[in-house]
């Protein structure tokens, strides 16, 4: 391997792409100076409200073939788990467009796939020896996650989804409901199929992960500023600085992180992507005193519930409606009843502050997949945003990837499906 030349790198941004990128540069002996508004792993962050699936078989992109059916249902119902708000409709328009174009045929989701996998595919391990690294070991862990359905019928239902996993070369073991209630004894009867997925893993603390990753960074020598970068400066096709609210930080290379809010800044040098945010939500229960041993995922619910260290968390909801308009709480509401129907024994009268609620932005390209590679202005400048839906376990790889490019040196995995020139 050719070492790369030591250079000043700026990291906007610290969820968990952008820490685990601040630790991959500093472990190639760059200088790193991190930009971030807020506190590493605050609530501000999607990396923070996740669900915590650490997926490796998350690979199929949420637009699938016929997804255009549904597009009256998104419109009509705005408490569905898919819903665009009327009034951010003109605006999404271009972006529901491509996302529709992109999931079109079973080709296309498969070629999505493909690019996803490496990305994914031995996540768990990284993440485990990030985290063992960071002092923070036990938040991984590696027992698998399930796909618990309400009859086999409605698995085949998904059959396109799960026939391109196996082509990809994702296993899992199939539970009749007798072995899947042995393994999760208190999970309403009405579910009577489970799908494990042994090779997956699953965080017990996102924000605490994301907090122990960025502690980590500064310990190895990252220096952090506390601001809000406004827009990159170049020369030429040479990066200067990047702005800030409190001033420039001048640099050699900078690495654009900052999740959903990443378009202005790849568009401050001409770069002007169709990132959205596919607004999510999530609803906790302190001792909640049940829930399942495998995280599970509810086909009917659409929505993860993970027992993690501070609670019960039920995370899910996709809401087209901008970084600004307000959260509709009623979202979190919902994902409450549903859980609350999943596991008969939360006791039901629950006081509503022992429900602690969330609301946050997953970036999002309308093809399923980050971007991830060299801005078309300049190489100094590296994207790494738009993992949507895989952004907490896509983060270990992509830090890789991240220094690999930033030193110049061949990606461990190929990244042409990534690159965000597939839409300049
Ligand atoms: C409900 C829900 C459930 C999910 N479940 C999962 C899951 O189970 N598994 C999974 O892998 N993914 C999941 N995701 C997706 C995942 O959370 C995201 O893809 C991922 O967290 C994105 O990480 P990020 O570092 O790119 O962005 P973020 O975590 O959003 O971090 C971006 C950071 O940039 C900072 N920032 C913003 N603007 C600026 C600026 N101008 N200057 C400097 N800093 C700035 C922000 O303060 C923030 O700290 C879920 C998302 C949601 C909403």
Request: charged share 20%.
């Amino acid at each position: 391997m050719t070492q790369p030349t030591a250079r000043h790198v700026v990291v906007i941004g610290v969820g968990a792409v952008g820490a685990v990128s601040a630790i991959e540069l500093l472990r190639d002996g760059h200088r790193v100076t991190v930009i971030e508004p807020a506190t590493p792993g605050d609530q501000q962050a999607a990396s923070y409200g996740n669900a915590g699936w650490l997926s490796t078989h998350s690979v199929i992109p949420p637009a699938g073939p016929g997804a255009w059916k549904q597009v009256p249902k998104f419109l009509r119902d705005p408490l569905g788990p898919l819903a665009v708000r009327w009034s951010y409709l003109p605006k999404a328009l271009p972006w529901l467009v491509q996302y529709l174009l992109s999931g079109w045929t079973e080709q296309r989701v498969e070629a999505t796939a493909r690019a996803l996998r490496p990305l994914l595919v031995d996540a768990p391990a990284l993440h485990k020896k990030l985290a063992d690294e960071a002092g923070v070991g036990h938040l991984i862990e590696r027992l698998g996650v399930m796909h618990i359905y309400p009859s086999r019928a409605a698995f085949d239902s998904d059959a396109v989804g799960w026939r391109i996993r196996k082509r990809v070369g994702v296993t899992w073991l199939e539970l009749s409901a007798d072995e899947m209630r042995q393994r999760e004894p208190d999970l309403h009867p009405r579910y009577q199929f489970g799908v494990l997925v042994e090779e997956a893993g699953r965080c017990r603390d996102p924000g605490g992960y994301v907090a122990g990753l960025a502690a980590h960074a500064r310990a190895l020598g990252a220096e952090f500023v506390a601001a809000k970068a406004t827009g990159l400066k170049l020369s030429g096709d040479t990066l200067v600085s990047v702005v800030t609210d409190r001033g420039e930080v001048a640099c050699d290379a900078a690495v654009v992180a900052a999740g959903a809010h990443s378009k202005p800044l790849a568009a401050s040098i001409g770069d002007n992507l169709p990132l959205e945010t596919e607004r999510g939500y999530h609803v906790m229960i302190e001792d909640a005193g049940t829930g399942p041993r495998t995280s599970v995922m509810a086909s009917d619910a659409k929505m993860v519930v993970n027992a993690m260290d501070k609670g019960l968390r039920a995370a899910g909801q996709v809401e087209i409606a901008g970084l600004e308009a307000a959260p509709n709480w009623k979202r979190a509401e919902i994902l409450r009843d549903l859980l609350l129907g999943m596991f008969p024994k939360l006791p039901r009268d629950l006081p509503a502050e022992r429900f602690k609620t969330w609301f946050g932005h997953r970036p999002s390209m309308p093809d399923g997949r980050p971007c991830l590679g060299y801005s078309r202005a300049s190489r100094n400048v590296v994207y790494a945003f738009g993992h949507g839906h895989v952004g907490l376990v896509g983060s270990a790889r992509t830090g890789r990837v991240v220094a690999q490019l930033i030193g110049g040196r061949e990606p461990e995995i190929p990244v042409t499906p990534f690159d965000p020139r597939r839409y300049l």
